[in-house]
Each structure stands twice: as C-alpha cells, then as structure tokens.
C-alpha cells in the first residue's frame, strides 16, 4: 500500500485529454517535495516524463504536463494517442518514512 | 547519450545472495549517481538505494537497510547491487538507473534494460 494514492486506471478515446492524479500527505506532496512522472510500457525500461513537478526532459512531448495543488499532483496527456497506452508513477520523498515512494501505477488505455 | 547494460538473469535459493552489475560508459560513469528500483511481479516500483561512483558513498531505503550493498569498481566503470537473505518476496525486476543530481529524490534519467531475479 503506496503512500502515494494513483487511480488503477483511466481511459480516453485518441485525441482526448486524461488526468492522473498522485495524492499524497503532508509528510510527502504536502510537505513540498518534488513529484516525478514515468512512463512504463511492458517489456521497456522506465521512461522519465516529469521531472520536478512540471518539468519535461529534452525529448517528451508537450502533450504531457505536470501540476500540483496542495498534497496532490497530476499528470496530464492531451491529444491522446495509442503510443500513450501504458503504465504511470509518480515519485516522491516521505518524511515520515524518511523514503522514496513510488504511487502504485495508473493503467493508460486509450480506447 | 547515457547507456547503462545489466547483468543476465540469475535463479537463487531462499536465503541466498544476489549480486547484480550495470555497466556505465566512463563518461556517464563520473558524471552521474546511480540507483536501483525494482519491480515485483504485478507490483509498482521500489527504490531501493543510490550511490555516488565519486567515492562510493550510499543510501539505503530503510526496506533494504541492512540486506543491500551498493559498490562500484572505477576501473571498469561498472556499479552493482547485492541483496542478501533473499525470500521469495525479492523475486522481481532490478533495474540500473542514473542521474544528474544526487539525492533520495533524483529524478531518474536514463535507466538500464533490467536483470529479472527469480528467487
């Protein structure tokens, strides 16, 4: 059970727009730590997306963004395409466990 | 471009070690920190710890405290991860993974293919 709360899974037609959320406490998210996003699609390795909340590395889309409000963050997709189909985490620091936590995934199917 | 290449599978017995290597390009080797996160079967990510190659310091995720070792060899640019008194549990996805900046909560840049250990 993740410290980091992420829906099982979302799902958008191609070209939609689709939120994933990541809420956290104020012992992580709340606290002010950063959130970073991946990308994991089967059989890869991860791929960073977000890093620092809302910042994309040299290469992603601006299709995907990252906000935070409070103890929770986001990752937006818009313009949903087929390549997007995969699997989610966010990132964070718990204070309390004094530990990097990853939120339990959020499936991506694009319908 | 960094790279990072994995060791092969390994098969171990409850209670064992495993040591798994990441093989870094001299470059990436000491410019970056490096770190492992694993993955269970079904399960989402773990982090497990990081080290700087500059000098071999590290940091444990307290899960792994205590059963984890994290070395570098600086003449083959290689990193590795041991983990001790495997259980079943252990049995997962290990993955290499670097970044630029130090810290717990490095964002993880470029990560390794992964080395699948079946306990």
């Known amino acids: 059970q993740s410290v980091l709360t992420q829906p099982p899974s979302v799902s958008g037609a191609p070209g939609q727009r689709v939120t994933i959320s990541c809420t956290g406490s104020?012992?992580?998210?709340?606290?002010?730590?950063?959130v970073h996003w991946y990308q994991h699609l089967p059989g890869t390795a991860p791929k960073l997306l977000i890093y620092?909340?809302?910042n994309r590395p040299s290469g992603v889309p601006d299709r995907f963004s990252g906000s935070k409000s409070g103890a929770a963050a986001s990752l937006a997709i818009t313009g949903l395409q087929p390549e997007d189909e995969a699997d989610y985490y966010c990132q964070s620091y718990d204070r309390s466990l004094t530990d990097t936590v990853f939120g339990a995934g959020t499936k991506v199917t694009v319908l | 471009q960094v790279h990072l290449v994995q060791s092969g599978a390994e098969v171990k017995k409850p209670g064992a070690s495993v040591k798994v290597s990441c093989q870094a390009s001299r470059y990436t080797f000491t410019n970056y920190y490096f770190h492992w996160v694993r993955q269970a079967p079904g399960q989402g990510l773990e982090w497990m710890g990081i080290i700087n190659p500059n000098g071999g310091s590290t940091r444990y995720s307290p899960r792994f405290q205590g059963r984890v070792t994290m070395t570098r060899d600086t003449s083959t640019n290689m990193i590795y991860m041991e983990l001790s008194s495997l259980s079943f549990e252990d049995t997962a996805l290990y993955y290499c993974?670097?970044?630029?900046?130090?810290?717990?909560?490095?964002?993880?840049?470029?990560w390794g293919q992964g080395t699948v250990v079946t306990v």
């Open positions: 620092g909340i809302s």
């Open positions: 993974a670097s970044s630029s900046n130090y810290g717990d909560l490095a964002d993880l840049e470029i």
């Open positions: 104020s012992s992580n998210i709340g606290a002010g730590y950063d």
